[in-house]
């Protein structure tokens, strides 16, 4: 047996640097945290090659004392906290005093730095995490420290780091989940003597959102705004149309701490369910402040993970803060035009050719729904079978109007804003979770007149009011108030025994599952039993069902359950609802009459409807200025 023994301080300080300094970015975090714990207004951070031959953070905070500089360099030294009670309830980003020592032992260091009280500052030199030498300089107040050739001496550290752009991407990503989690920092990030980042600091955090994440994800955002039980939350987050690919444009922060919560990530997604497009995510900046003393942040080397007290009230703070923030949303998206170009008109030309082309959406515009038995051209279409009646509402014809012309006015006129802003949100909906703080009702939008002009491609409402023209997808409109009603009717599908049991035989793994899940499969309406040699049988299902589909469902809960620990009989319920309103509604494509348009157009101009169950947009905006830009009237 080998023998034990202790191992040498060098080389348990390069074990226990490995914890804390993966990569240069982790470098550029520890120092940018150490500089807003000491009062910094504005953190420089410079690095080149990825960071990996150089990286230097300045900030103008505190400083530190000439005779304490190389105290700050030893391990679990720090001015953070003093004894064990000071972990219960901590209130800076760094607290374990490791982060100086980790990286002076696996680089080479120079620090300056002078606090407000001394006249002059003091400059140390490290390598390896020895001392080389300290000697007084001249120096700005607050503290500048640089690293060079990181790792050089753990050379199995250094050949598995990325290529320097990859390190030099990660150490970005890292000053600006900094720059959002303080926006009153005024953070500037240089890479390679080119800047690429700079934040004003004026405290707001829509001016960091818009200089760190860019225009176009800034102004589809809106604004989150909400409270708890001794939290609170802000920030932004997207509109349901502008939601993305991937959860990348996430950011979640709990008293100023960047870290990954998988409790706040479930409660914004959960707010957008039926809202958003399947596979698309929402982004968002969300601030959550609780007492210290009810969240602990000291159960990851990295500090990114925490746990709560109470993860249910964080959950329906965050739930509540942008469910409020989607129902304020009365906006709509706008159709983009790209400038019309001046060219030259030949004397055969009769008309000005734009280079424009189709008029483009903010998202892609939603296909038209592919049905058969559509009728040739000019020729009417009877009432879908099932589709649920669309009855317009009488409305007094404003002064003015033609006899005969389609004319009313909307309950609620929706105007879209120039970008998104602070606005008014309705109460959201009860659920079984301690409520936040409701905000105050809208006010009451002035009515302003609107008339159907006709429909494009029997696809489209083509509705004008005012200075602008909204174009309503009737499909997407309608199978949105379809589902809204089949949901608040508390639908619930009806199991059906059938006549011969539908046997067949999964793989092991999944037929265990099936088995020691019998009773959630009664929820989702199944009823499965053994059926010898390692099949199953069905001999109740849900109605919605058909017997060749039976199989596959079943196969598909058993695969939820083995990579995801539960499946939800509710986003099952979702999902059936989904089909039944899409199946019910008024097709693409299909011809309806006057007074169906109107109902279409009285629902989405209301406000009613401004999404369909799958997240796309029912309308967009068209208005007169752009339609005069591309005219050459204005």
């Not at 009365?330 to 189709?358: F, I, K, W």
């Not at 109605?543 to 990579?563: C, K, N």
């Not at 007169?624 to 204005?634: G, I, S």
Request: include cysteine.
């Amino acid at each position: 047996m080998p023998a034990i023994r202790q191992l040498e301080p060098h080389v348990a300080d390069l074990i226990a640097a490995g914890e804390v300094v993966e990569r240069p970015a982790s470098v550029v975090k520890e120092l940018m945290e150490n500089a807003i714990d000491a009062g910094a207004n504005a953190v420089t951070v410079e690095i080149a090659h990825g960071g990996m031959s150089f990286i230097r953070v300045t900030d103008d905070g505190c400083g530190i004392p000439a005779d304490q500089v190389q105290t700050a360099f030893l391990r679990h030294a720090t001015s953070k906290i003093a004894n064990q009670f000071d972990l219960e309830a901590i209130g800076t980003l760094g607290f374990r005093g490791e982060a100086l020592a980790a990286i002076a032992a696996v680089s080479r260091v120079e620090l300056l730095t002078r606090p407000a009280q001394a006249e002059l500052g003091a400059a140390l030199t490290l390598e390896g995490g020895k001392v080389l030498g300290q000697e007084e300089a001249g120096c700005p107040l607050g503290t500048t420290l640089v690293v060079r050739d990181l790792f050089f001496n753990t050379p199995a550290r250094q050949k598995f780091l990325k290529k320097d752009a990859a390190e030099g991407a990660a150490v970005f990503a890292v000053v600006q989940r900094v720059a959002l989690s303080h926006p009153e920092l005024s953070v500037k990030f240089i890479r390679d003597g080119r800047q690429e980042l700079l934040t004003p600091g004026d405290g707001q955090l829509k001016s960091a959102v818009y200089a760190v994440l860019g225009r176009d994800i800034a102004l589809g955002l809106l604004p989150v705004a909400g409270s708890g039980p001794n939290m609170s939350v802000s920030g932004f987050t997207s509109m349901p149309m502008c939601c993305r690919g991937s959860r990348s444009y996430q950011h979640f922060f709990v008293n100023g701490r960047h870290v990954k919560s998988r409790t706040m990530m479930a409660a914004v997604e959960e707010a957008y369910k039926n809202q958003k497009m399947v596979g698309r995510f929402p982004s968002c900046v969300i601030h959550l402040k609780v007492r210290p003393n009810e969240v602990d942040v000291n159960v990851h080397p990295a500090k990114t993970e925490v746990k709560f007290q109470s993860e249910q009230q964080v959950f329906s703070t965050v739930y509540h803060g942008v469910l409020s923030a989607l129902g304020g949303d009365q906006s709509r998206p706008q159709a983009v035009l790209r400038e019309a170009r001046e060219d030259t008109v030949t004397p055969n030309q009769t008309a000005l050719p734009l280079r424009s082309g189709p008029a483009q959406l903010l998202t892609p515009p939603p296909a038209v729904e592919k049905e058969q038995g559509r009728s040739p051209e000019g020729t009417a279409l009877p009432p879908e079978p099932g589709a649920a009646p669309l009855q317009p509402q009488p409305h007094p014809a404003p002064a003015g109007e033609e006899e005969g012309a389609v004319a009313c006015f909307a309950p609620a006129a929706v105007t879209a804003p120039a970008q998104p802003g602070p606005s008014p949100a309705p109460a959201p909906p009860a659920v079984a979770r301690p409520r936040t703080q409701e905000p105050k009702a809208p006010a009451p939008a002035r009515e302003e007149p609107w008339r159907v002009r006709g429909e494009l491609f029997r696809t489209y409402v083509m509705v004008e009011q005012g200075d602008k023209v909204v174009l309503i997808d009737k499909h997407a409109a309608h199978e949105r108030v379809n589902f809204d009603r089949l949901k608040a009717e508390d639908y619930q599908p009806m199991v059906q025994r059938l006549l011969t049991p539908v046997s067949f035989t999964p793989a092991p793994e999944e037929r265990a599952i099936l088995l020691e899940r019998l009773p959630l499969l009664a929820q989702f309406g199944f009823e499965v039993e053994e059926f010898g040699a390692g099949a199953l049988a069905v001999r109740a299902a849900p109605d919605y069902l058909d017997a060749g589909e039976i199989e596959p469902a079943l196969v598909e809960l058993a695969r939820r359950i083995r990579h995801t620990g539960a499946a939800d009989p509710a986003q099952a319920r979702d999902e059936l609802l989904h089909t039944m309103a899409c199946k019910a509604a008024i097709k693409g494509g299909q011809r309806n009459g006057p007074q169906e348009l109107e109902a279409v157009a009285q629902m989405v101009l209301s406000g009613q409807v401004r999404y369909c169950p799958h997240g796309r947009p029912v309308a967009i905006e068209l208005t007169r200025a752009q339609l005069e830009k591309q005219f050459k009237r204005t």
